[in-house]
C-alpha cells in the first residue's frame, strides 16, 4: 500500500509539479526562514532541503551561503531545480528513506512535503536521523485544527470521480484570489491547476497538531525551539534544534545504502556503489538516482 502510494505521489507531481513563483517566492522564503535558520548559522553550512521540488526555497538558502542537497521524488521537478540551483547537489529519492548517513547534515528542511508521503512520522524520523547534533530542523505541515483539513477530506469522492486534467476552468479559476493574496502574485491557468493539484487532488495529504508533532520531536532528540502559523493557519511551521552541540566545522555528506545500510558508498565513473550489496546510485543528467 505504502509503495502505491509513492508512486501514485510521484506520478502525480512528476505531471503537476509545485507551481513556480519566480523571484518573488525565492525572496519570500529566503526572508521568511531567517528567522528559524539565521545567516550565520547556515553560511558555509551543509544543508539539506527534503522535498525540493523545482527548488525554489533551496534558492533562497544558497543565496544566503548555505551548501545544499536537495532531495525530491519527483524527477520532472528535479530537472527544473538543476536549472535554478546549479550548486546543489541533487538526490532522485524518497523522504522515507534517505540515502544518507546519520547526523551528516548541519541542518535540514522539509517544507510542505511530509504529510504528501505515506508516513508523515517516518519521514520526520528520517529528516531528524539525519541532522547533526546541535543542528537546526524545519518543518511545515498541514495543522489538523484547520479548516483545510475537513475540505481536503470533502475533496476526496470528488478526486475520484474528476481526474485533475478534466477539472473546468471556471472551478481551477476560483482559486485566483488564494494565490493572489497567499502568493502575492497572479497565476496563469496552468499554475492554478497545479495548485489544485497539490491542495486538493494530491493523492496523500494528512493533518497534524503541534503537540503531535512536539511529541515526535521529543521521541527524535528534538526541541521544538519555534513555530509560526502559516496563512490562516491551514499549516504549521515548526523549528527543533537537536540535542548536542554542533561542530564548529561543516559536516561531509555521508551516502548510506538503501538496501542494506551500509556506508559509505564508494564513488565511481558512473555515480556510487555499494561495496557490501552492489546496489548502485547513478547519476544521471547532474542528478543521483537512488532506489526507492
Not at 521524488?73 to 528513506?97: D, F, M, W
Not at 499554475?191 to 515526535?216: C, E, I, M, N, Y
Request: with cysteine.
Amino acid at each position: 500500500m505504502a509503495v502505491e502510494l509513492q508512486t501514485q505521489t510521484q506520478s502525480h507531481y512528476d505531471r503537476y509539479p509545485f507551481i513556480e513563483g519566480g523571484e518573488n517566492r525565492i525572496a519570500w522564503w529566503r526572508a521568511y526562514l531567517r528567522d528559524f535558520l539565521p545567516d550565520e548559522h547556515i553560511a558555509g553550512r551543509t544543508v539539506i532541503d527534503v522535498g525540493s521540488g523545482i527548488g525554489e526555497i533551496s534558492r533562497g538558502l544558497i543565496d544566503r551561503g548555505a551548501r545544499l542537497t536537495s532531495l525530491d521524488v519527483s524527477l520532472q521537478s528535479l530537472n527544473r531545480c538543476r536549472e535554478i540551483n546549479p550548486e546543489a547537489t541533487v538526490y532522485h529519492g524518497s523522504a522515507l528513506k534517505l540515502p544518507f548517513g546519520d547526523e551528516t547534515f548541519d541542518h535540514a528542511i522539509s517544507i510542505g512535503v511530509l504529510h504528501h508521503t505515506p508516513d508523515c512520522r517516518q519521514g520526520f524520523h528520517e529528516v531528524a536521523r539525519v541532522t547533526a547534533p546541535g543542528g537546526t530542523v524545519v518543518v511545515f505541515l498541514y495543522n489538523f485544527w484547520s479548516v483545510y483539513n475537513p475540505i481536503f477530506q470533502a475533496f476526496k469522492p470528488l478526486k475520484r470521480l474528476i481526474p485533475l486534467d478534466r477539472v473546468p476552468l471556471w472551478m481551477i479559476r476560483t482559486l485566483q484570489p488564494f494565490a493572489r493574496t497567499h502568493l502575492g502574485q497572479r497565476l496563469s491557468d496552468d499554475q492554478l491547476r497545479r495548485l489544485l493539484g497539490d491542495k486538493l487532488w494530491t493523492p496523500q495529504a494528512t493533518f497534524h497538531s503541534v503537540a503531535q508533532v512536539r511529541r515526535w520531536g521529543a521521541e527524535e532528540g528534538l526541541r521544538m525551539v519555534g513555530r509560526k502559523r502559516f496563512y490562516l493557519g491551514y499549516a504549521n511551521v515548526m523549528c527543533f534544534e537537536k540535542d548536542g552541540t554542533l561542530r564548529p566545522e561543516s559536516r561531509k555528506v555521508t551516502l548510506r545504502c538503501v538496501r542494506c545500510n551500509s556506508i559509505p558508498m564508494l564513488q565511481d565513473d558512473r555515480g556510487y556503489r555499494c561495496d557490501a550489496c552492489q546496489q548502485r546510485y547513478d547519476v544521471d543528467g547532474g542528478i543521483v538516482r537512488c532506489p526507492m
